[in-house]
């Protein structure tokens, strides 16, 4: 029983998040800008910060893209949302790893073993996958893959990777949204609504594969004489 209190204090530190941010309300791109707006030069610093803790909890954290591309422009704006997203996977990860990874590696499944002998192989594109299609939520593909046995330098790699494509977009629809009828809105737009589809093609795919695999393990094995 003692091996549970890590995995307990995970599930708590996280719930105390998700908590703390239904009672202060959803970030707003308005709310973004009166917070940072007196930090002066530390402004950036600041909004990186803020935006490391959306990362940990089921917070829009797209608000938070559009937002740096609204406060800082382009380049400035994609490198604290670059620099957010690569330290909010780091934290949520090193929780996950350290609170829970023993006491899922002491379950001793096979199917756990075949799932973290595929991570440690092709991690980071599967990582890379899970972030530019965002069917999972990013914390919880954050504390999912602290569980596994997936390396770390693969879990970020395709964090970053798989972030990447979205982040520009967020950004630059924040940076050019007050003249909507650039090239450079448009072309954001366009990409947000191709990895859109993308993203509801491959859930239903993944849904598709789950129910035929579940009447493909329930199907009767049929019985015949013995040679």
């Keep these: 029983m003692a091996r549970w209190w890590r995995p307990v204090l995970l599930v708590t530190l996280v719930i105390a998040g998700s908590a703390v941010l239904l009672v202060t309300g959803w970030p707003t791109v308005e709310g973004v800008r009166a917070t940072t707006a007196a930090a002066g030069w530390a402004a950036p610093v600041l909004f990186t910060l803020l935006f490391v803790g959306f990362t940990l909890v089921p ?13 800082f422009g382009l380049p400035v704006g994609l490198a604290t949302t670059m620099t957010a997203v690569a330290a909010g996977s780091l934290i949520g990860f090193v929780l996950s790893r350290a609170l829970g990874r023993e006491v899922v590696a002491g379950i001793g499944s096979a199917r756990i ?56 977009a967020f950004v630059t629809i924040g940076a050019y949204g007050g003249d909507p009828g650039s090239v450079p ?5 366009a990409g947000l609504v191709v990895l859109t589809v993308a993203a509801l093609v491959a859930s239903r795919t993944r849904r598709r594969a789950g129910r035929t695999a579940g009447r493909t393990a329930e199907a009767p094995v049929p019985s015949g004489p013995v040679a």
């Design 59 to 71: 917070a829009p954290a797209t608000v938070m893209g559009i937002a740096a591309g609204v406060l």
């Design 113 to 168: 073993r075949r799932l973290d002998a595929r991570l440690r192989r092709g991690g980071l594109w599967a990582v890379a996958g899970g972030r530019l299609l965002p069917v999972i939520p990013f914390p919880v593909l954050s504390y999912a893959c602290g569980l596994t046995a997936i390396r770390l330098r693969d879990y970020l790699a395709g964090s970053v990777l798989g972030v990447l494509p979205s982040a520009v």
């Design 185 to 189: 809105f448009l072309v954001a737009v």
